[in-house]
Structure formats: C-alpha cells, structure tokens
C-alpha cells in the first residue's frame, strides 16, 4: 500500500500546483509595481493524471486558498478519498487513507516527509493564476496548453525534469 500512498499523495500535492477539471473562484489582488498579481482566494476540483517512475495514477483534487488557509482532498478515479489536509497558522494537518494524522510546518515540509520529493507548493497558487503560458522555476516547467474566454487556464502540463522526472496533467472543466 505504501506505492499506492506515495502516488496518491503524489498526485495530490502535483495538483495543489495547478487546477483541472475545476469548480473555482478566483479573486486577484494587484501587487502595484511590486510584481505580477497574486491570488487571494480560489476553490477548484480538479481531475489529473500522473507519471512518476513509469507508473500512472489519476485521481480528483479539491483545493479551497486563501492567503491565512488552505484544503485539499484527493480522491482515486472511483472516488475514494485518499487524503485530507488543512493549512493554517498551525501549520499543515493530514488525514490519510485509513485515519493516520500528521503534523507539518509546511505543505513542502510535509509532502517532503511523505514522499521524499521536493515539490514548489509555496508557489503553486501563483503559477495557477498567472497569465504566462510558460513558467520555469528550478527543475518544474509549466505549460499552460489551453485558455478560457476569461484567460484562464483550462489544461496544464508540469513537468520536472531531473533524475525522476515526473509529469502532471491537469484538465480545467469550470470556473466560477
């Protein structure tokens, strides 16, 4: 079961990172001449597929941010739910599959323990709402594939490139 978690997991923080087939608001604060815009609310369900060391996973995400919060599920293609977590000034809080609770300063810090992968959560809300088609940041690439009529990202791809490469597929349906 251990293979089954780390890519339901996987899965799981890859989509954190991006949004599928989603259900969504978002809501942009301008920076000013700080920088791009950032997101300060949004909510999506989101369907993705996941290649890590030649094994595909797919699976739903929901993912409710907002800048002091956070909560993601995921859920197998049968719609099990694999795996609960909550942010807050307390940190990260996980329920997995099975009732296992853990603890976490970060999503980095607690996907980091689970999986032994490094993953960019600290930027995922950002690259979500960007209105680049591609963004490089270390070892990631994001590739937004298609738009809606508002601008919005509907498929992405992300890829780490490396010594286990990874590739995430993520399919927007709708946004609120």
Known sequence: MRPNLFFVLLQS???????????????????GSQGPQSPVEFALQARFSVVAEGRAQQGSLYWRYAKESEQI????PLGLNLMRGERHQGGVFL??????Q?????????FADLLTVSLPFSQAAQWLVSPEDQIHAGEWQVHITKRDARG????QVWRQTGASPIELK???DEWE
């Open 95 to 100: 329920t997995l599959l099975g009732g296992e």
């Open 102 to 110: 853990r603890k976490a300063a970060s999503w980095e810090t607690a």
């Open 73 to 76: 599920e995921v859920s197998g």
């Open 13 to 31: 923080l890859l989509l954190l990172l991006s949004a599928c087939q989603t259900t969504s608001k978002v809501t942009q604060a301008a920076q």
């Open 170 to 172: 993520l399919f927007i």
């Open 152 to 155: 919005r990202p509907i498929a």
